[in-house]
């Protein structure tokens, strides 16, 4: 099973999740131009694609479903909500009504040896999910995650993210840097709601409580170009792990950013 960001950040997010046998993408929300140029790296191209997951309708997430609906008609899976979402925005009417596949967040998607297990999460759109995806054996599952645009999480977000191999885990931006930076208020506010994103400081609390020995890696996804750093995100998720009563140092696990507009380092597990 391996796992990498293709893009990650405010600007426009997908991520790569396979198998020998199984390949899918969470999101799509940068051109079929750089998606087809990220799988080029994974020795992989768009028509081997399984299948795509949408965590939620907003336009840096589902961008190319368009043109990866008039060109490949792969099956897009998304909540009822998120698929009204998407159907609202492709004013030009490409994406065939048929290619939309409606989930429920209290089922499991199988598609070849992968299951993907979404969960709802707090943010401002419509029907908004993560997902965890997992490869089953009879010795051993592994699993990953990827967990961004949400402005808080309980413990039912928490259990899902329990127990994971690796994830992508969203480090959306500084308070300070968002407190003082050129977002108007009500934007501003809007982000640092409990439907809004997650801050450095957030993620690196989130991290602690579901850290474990086997945890392999962890991406920061999601970063703002405007409200933060990678190197402040980075510094302050390592910080909290350093910091808390857990046994364990920040340097302990990979802890790494996810480039905005690059691919990722892939994560084999």
Excluded: W
Excluded at 131 to 152: F, I, M, N, Q
Excluded at 245 to 268: C, M, T
Aim: some cysteine; glycine content about 6%.
């Amino acid at each position: 099973m391996r796992m990498a960001t293709i893009a990650s950040g405010s600007s426009g997010n997908c991520t790569y999740i396979g198998t020998r046998d199984t390949h899918i993408l969470i999101d799509a929300g940068i051109s079929l131009k750089r998606i087809t140029e990220g799988l080029q790296k994974l020795d992989l191209t768009p028509d081997e694609i399984d299948a795509v997951f949408i965590t939620h309708e907003h336009t840096d997430h589902i961008s190319a479903l368009p043109m990866i609906a008039k060109h490949f008609g792969l099956p897009v899976y998304a909540t009822a909500g998120t698929a009204g979402g998407i159907r609202k925005a492709d004013t030009a009417g490409v994406i065939d009504t048929y290619c939309i596949h409606v989930l429920d967040c209290t089922e499991e998607i199988r598609v070849g040896d992968l299951t993907v297990r979404p969960f709802p999460i707090p943010h401002d759109a419509a029907e908004p999910v993560a997902y965890r995806v997992e490869k089953r054996s009879a010795d051993r599952t592994k699993s990953v995650a990827v967990a961004t645009d949400l402005g808080c999480y309980d413990d039912r977000i928490l259990s899902m993210l329990t127990g994971l191999d690796a994830m992508v885990l969203e480090a959306n931006h500084d308070v300070r840097m968002l407190q003082v930076g050129p977002y108007p208020y009500k934007l501003k506010q809007r982000i640092l709601s409990d439907s809004g994103h997650l801050s450095n400081d957030m993620a690196g609390e989130l991290l602690c409580r579901i850290l474990h020995d086997d945890l392999k890696a962890v991406l920061l996804g999601h970063l703002s170009d405007k409200n933060n750093l990678p190197e402040l995100a980075y510094e302050t998720v390592r910080v909290e792990v350093e910091l808390s009563p857990l046994p364990y140092h920040g340097d302990d696990f990979a802890i790494e950013v996810a480039p905005r507009y690059e691919l990722s380092r892939i994560i084999d597990l």
